[in-house]
């Protein structure tokens, strides 16, 4: 069974761009969950889709928004980048939402704002 | 609102030998899960042992056991004959039935051969 893929896995954008970040979740699989990693702030909940709908959201501004498609693949999009925004994105898939459901990680997106 | 501390930012232990990362959390929910990930300088997450707050008996996956004292709202990681390839970032996790994934910090972990 493949695993979860990410892509693109480098990015680098310019402050006040945009970007959209894309993740494919193991097949029957239908949650998502984002979050992102800094070296200072460590890993953070950006959000959870289960059945295309947003089942949690983390503490982040409205720039970070998300959403999900009827195949379950998912997409993570930031407007207006910040350098704050240079992290390393990750995506989780499970096949339910909360409890003790493992997540299964995707390698990530790295993205560099410059 | 649920925090997981990691109180080892790093961590090293001889090659064969045995090593205990910690891990406090605090909550007020009585049904959550915890979890430890390791995260290999490769970045790819993978779960290494899971613990049903419900469930008295400590989790134990081959080298990899868990002390879980739930009053103390502790949740340690115990590496048995630890290998060069337990190298890694090692994450604990809470997460409640309904809520989202809370890491900690992490702890570096380094094997010596």
């Known amino acids: 069974k493949a695993g979860v893929t990410q892509t693109p896995r480098y990015l680098i954008k310019t402050r006040g ?34 059945s295309e709908t947003q089942r949690n959201k983390g503490n982040f501004p409205g720039r970070f ?45 790295r993205l560099t704002v410059t | 609102a649920q925090t997981v ?44 042992i899971r613990q049903e707050a419900y469930k008295q008996q400590n989790a134990t996956e081959n080298r990899f056991s868990v002390n879980f004292q739930k009053a103390a709202k502790s949740f340690s990681l115990k590496i048995s004959d630890s290998q060069l390839g ?5 994450f604990c996790a809470y997460r409640s039935a309904s809520n989202d994934m809370r890491f900690g910090a992490g702890t570096r972990l380094t094997v010596k051969p």
């Open chain 2, 86 to 90: 337990d190298a890694a970032m090692y």
């Open chain 1, 17 to 50: 761009q945009q970007v959209t970040l894309s993740c494919s979740p193991i097949s029957g699989h239908r949650s998502v969950s984002w979050y992102q990693q800094t070296p200072g702030q460590g890993l953070q909940f950006l959000f959870e889709y289960f």
């Open chain 2, 5 to 48: 501390t990691q109180s080892q930012p790093e961590m090293s232990v001889q090659e064969a030998e045995t090593v205990t990362l910690s891990c406090t959390y605090d909550t007020s929910e009585s049904d959550y899960y915890l979890f430890w990930y390791k995260q290999p300088p490769s970045r790819q997450m993978i779960l290494v």
């Open chain 1, 65 to 109: 928004s998300g959403r999900q498609f009827s195949n379950s693949r998912s997409e993570m999009n930031v407007s207006t980048l910040e350098l704050g925004d240079s992290a390393l994105y990750l995506c989780a898939s499970s096949l339910a939402s909360g409890g003790a459901d493992e997540q299964y990680f995707g390698p990530g997106t």
